[in-house]
């Protein structure tokens, strides 16, 4: 098939040639042409009785369904990022039906293979539910000695305080776009996802009755749900050629690098939008001041952070950026003026807030004028609607803006400007997946809320791309979809973080089973504003309760932004002894993600990270106790961290400045809600 110097082969059966075998040494694929079936297999693990399906004129079909399954093509491909590998089509066929094409890709060296289907007709066919993989029999651990499942539920979006879950059979459960399959022991897995998304909501339906295995597994394009924030059926996709999402499936001895190998190949196939710039390192307004944000606050901010915290250390790049969130239109455009040249004059860089796709006006206030439109388009004309003409339902309080809407484009042109004339060189995006709802898009050409998402971010990453604007601009998504991903340099990796210790545990929940969307999918992971002492809607938090929800935000890797009101003593206080921490804040700007130890965890997060920071020959271990009123004995085994056992390690505590040893185990005690990072070199002999 290919040259003498790749490693994957293709043999075929030649007993009744209905067997075609292939494999690279990683993972082989195996094609059964008499039953229609696929199976996937590494050396543990392996995904039997694989069949493709979609819905049609009201019913489900699949592969099962055809009379014949031929092998149509064989090539040999290189793709950029993947390397060299070969593709393999098969063609099921029968009366009445479209044909049903299966896309295999299977790489050199790579231990995972890429699956796509296709159906195809002379004549128009629409389809909202493309089954890529459909499949009864998982194992991770090899047919002799099958070990317990471990899954991981991934959100769709982060808000409303969702939470990643990790359950165990009998379940049924959907994950959105990406699962691990995992025991918890070994850490082997299988990893399922979908690497394109310009068009489908991708859902992993799950379900089993019995204990440890998995009875029913259906990836398919088309998913809908409250989780998705939809009321209405996923769109139609149309054409004489109806395709899939391309689907990742990689074997893995260790899941958590199963999961970074995703997020690198889904970069492959669309690039993570570059960011030359450092972590920023900063300040935004929610939680210090909420709907009360008013100018003394956001220019007394700069003054403080100018005058006694970034001589400290607390900066990136000898900056800061200083961002307004919700309620900047408190301000006059005087005081606006004047509050941005202020910060100017300090040495940093403004940011600002916007919900491009969400409305947050009554009825009375459809009426009004759209920014941008000259009077044409009114709030009541690009609102989203369904097939009956009908408002949807808001989500969040917020209705739904139509991103395919001229007016909305329009919208977004005067908004832009107006953000980039100001100075602006931050903008927080909010409210997100409001644009990704399912229904009635005013452009035709797009069906389905992706289509519509992928389509308005598109346009409104280009306005303020560089190349448009003559400067960076750092475009941070909050409240979001987790894919598509392009059109930002950071994520919100949860829902609203604040500064109690719930909040800490919260966050690392997210950081715990999405550390690897940082620098693969966005530059950087966004652990939202860290309160060092009070938000404006909490209680005052204890000293190691404000220290661990630093602590988290740094090993995120990151976006370093303050949340409080530095007015206030005690978080002035704070800011001055913690952000001057220069160990600390080196982590921090390093800009990378600690992993988490420990995923197998339910609903809760890992109490132990790690980094391993190879240009320092050394490694960051950060431990958390998530009790407030307890004291807590934590024993970290080095070696399950990803240490070496044997060897003698010297210990530095970055917080407390002291120095000790480990080996093999690294034994402490944690005061109520303390938090540690610990510094570990190889100790010379």
């Known amino acids: 098939m290919l040259t003498s110097d790749t490693s994957v082969q293709v043999q075929v059966e030649q007993q009744n040639e209905t067997l075609i075998r292939v494999t690279n040494g990683h993972v082989s694929l195996e094609i059964d042409l008499e039953k229609g079936e696929a199976s996937l297999e590494s050396n543990t693990s392996h995904v039997k009785g694989i069949r493709s399906a979609f819905r049609w004129q009201g019913r489900e079909y699949n592969t099962e369904h055809y009379q014949s399954h031929q092998l149509k093509s064989q090539e040999e491909v290189v793709r950029e990022g993947f390397g060299k590998g070969i593709h393999l089509v098969i063609l099921h066929e029968t009366s009445l039906l479209p044909q049903l094409e299966q896309h295999f890709y299977i790489y050199e060296s790579s231990p995972y293979v890429l699956v796509q289907s296709a159906i195809v007709s002379d004549e128009e066919l629409k389809s909202n539910r493309l089954a890529v993989v459909q499949t009864k029999e998982v194992t991770v651990g090899g047919a002799g000695q099958p070990e317990e499942l471990s899954i991981l539920r991934v959100p769709f979006d982060n808000d409303k305080w969702v939470r990643y879950t990790v359950v165990k059979p009998p379940l049924d459960i959907e994950s959105y776009e990406a699962t691990a399959l995992f025991a918890a022991d070994s850490r082997r897995g299988i990893i399922m996802g979908s690497i394109s998304h310009k068009v489908w909501k991708t859902g992993i339906r799950i379900k089993s009755e019995k204990i440890g295995g998995i009875e029913e597994l259906d990836l398919y394009g088309g998913a809908v749900s409250e989780l998705t924030r939809d009321s209405q059926a996923h769109g139609y996709v149309k054409g004489k050629r109806v395709e899939s999402p391309l689907v990742f499936i990689g074997f893995y001895d260790d899941y958590r690098t199963g999961l970074e190998a995703y997020g690198l190949a889904n970069t492959w196939i669309e690039a993570q939008l570059p960011w030359e710039g450092g972590v920023p390192v900063g300040w935004n307004s929610w939680s210090a001041a909420m709907a009360e944000l008013d100018y003394d606050l956001y220019t007394s901010t700069s003054d403080f952070l100018k005058n006694e915290v970034q001589p400290l250390g607390f900066q990136s790049e000898d900056t800061v950026y200083i961002n307004f969130d919700a309620f900047w239109d408190n301000f006059t455009p005087e005081e606006m003026k004047d509050a941005l040249e202020r910060v100017r004059q300090n040495g940093h860089r403004p940011g600002t807030y916007w919900t491009p796709f969400a409305f947050w006006g009554s009825p009375a206030q459809f009426g009004q004028l759209v920014e941008g439109t000259d009077g044409k388009y009114t709030y009541g004309d690009i609102l989203l609607r369904d097939s009956e003409g009908e408002i949807l339902p808001d989500v969040d309080g917020g209705l739904a803006i139509d991103p395919t809407h001229p007016g909305n484009l329009q ?275």
């Not at 997100?432 to 409104?460: D, F, K, V």
């Not at 999918?521 to 909490?538: A, M, W």
């Not at 740094?554 to 206080?573: C, N, P, Q």
């Not at 002291?658 to 938090?675: D, I, V």
Request: glycine share 8%; proline share 3%; aromatic share 12%.
């Open 411 to 685: 919208r977004i042109d005067w908004f832009t400007n107006k953000f980039i004339s100001e100075g602006f060189e931050y903008i927080k995006l909010d409210f997100l997946a409001h644009g990704a709802l399912e229904g009635q898009h005013h452009n035709p050409e797009i069906t389905t809320g992706i289509a519509a998402y992928h389509y308005g971010m598109t346009y409104l990453q280009n306005k303020l791309s560089p190349e448009v604007i003559g400067r960076p601009f750092f475009i941070n998504l909050s409240i979001a979809p987790l894919f598509p991903y392009a059109f930002a340099h950071s994520r919100r990796v949860s829902c609203d973080v604040f500064g109690t210790l719930q909040d800490t545990e919260y966050l690392l929940n997210s950081l715990t089973h999405g550390w690897w969307m940082s620098n693969t999918l966005y530059r950087y992971n966004d652990p939202d504003h860290s309160v060092l002492y009070k938000s404006f809607n909490q209680e005052a938090t204890g000293w190691h309760e404000g220290r661990s929800r630093l602590t988290a935000s740094v090993i995120a890797g990151t976006v370093l932004l303050m949340g409080d009101d530095f007015r206030k003593e005690e978080a002035a206080a704070r800011a001055r002894e913690w952000l001057g921490n220069k160990e600390i804040m080196h982590v921090a700007r390093l800009g990378q993600t600690f992993r988490p130890v420990e995923g197998d965890l339910g609903k809760q997060a890992s109490d132990a990270f790690v980094l391993e920071a190879t240009e320092e020959n050394a490694f960051y271990l950060a431990v958390f106790n998530f009790d407030a009123a307890q004291a807590a004995h934590k024993s970290i085994s080095l070696e399950r961290a990803g240490l070496d056992g044997t060897a003698r390690y010297s210990l530095q505590d970055l917080w407390e400045g002291s120095q000790g040893e480990a080996t093999g185990t690294l034994t402490l005690n944690l005061e109520p809600a303390e938090s540690k990072i610990f510094k570990l070199t190889v100790k010379a002999d």
